[in-house]
């Protein structure tokens, strides 16, 4: 073999190599990958059906149900447009609070009620995600022009 197709060979076994790395990564990416969605966006179906997702807003007031067993947890979140019903089991953290801000990670139940594997709640009194504020600051803006 001569020199020239030595480094040809080198060249394209190197190349499929780094193909190869860079789509494991990728494929490893995409599979941890968690979108967030507002509960405007899952009630209009943009969520996606069997997988792992984000949703984000406000626990509404009056709308936090504990189990006999103590740690199952109904809730409600908002946008103050929509409202998607949430059920967690599990230690809820210290900061959730009905009318703050949360977010739950898990999947969408095919009755409509978000099943949460995590529940993450602000940490002080000016913090919500940048996600569920913003998502909060829309459908209020997009309330308050259907009403006018």
Request: net charge positive; proline share 4%; aromatic share 6%.
């Amino acid at each position: 073999m001569k020199n020239r197709h030595k480094r040809a060979a080198l060249i394209v076994g190197g190349l499929a190599a780094l193909g190869l790395a860079a789509a494991l990564v990728l494929n490893a990416f995409r599979s941890n990958l968690v979108f967030f969605f507002t509960p405007t966006q899952v009630a209009a179906g943009e969520a996606p059906k069997d997988r792992t997702f984000r949703i984000g807003g406000l626990v509404e007031t009056g709308s936090v149900k504990r189990a006999a067993d103590g740690l199952t947890v109904q809730f409600v979140v908002t946008d103050t447009a929509r409202q998607i019903p949430v059920a967690y089991t599990g230690i809820l953290p210290d900061l959730f609070r009905e009318g703050k801000g949360v977010v739950a990670q898990g999947k969408l139940g095919h009755d409509g009620v978000f099943v949460a594997s995590e529940v993450l709640a602000k940490h002080d009194e000016n913090y919500m995600p940048p996600e569920a504020a913003h998502a909060v600051e829309q459908a209020h803006k997009a309330a308050q022009s259907v009403k006018q």
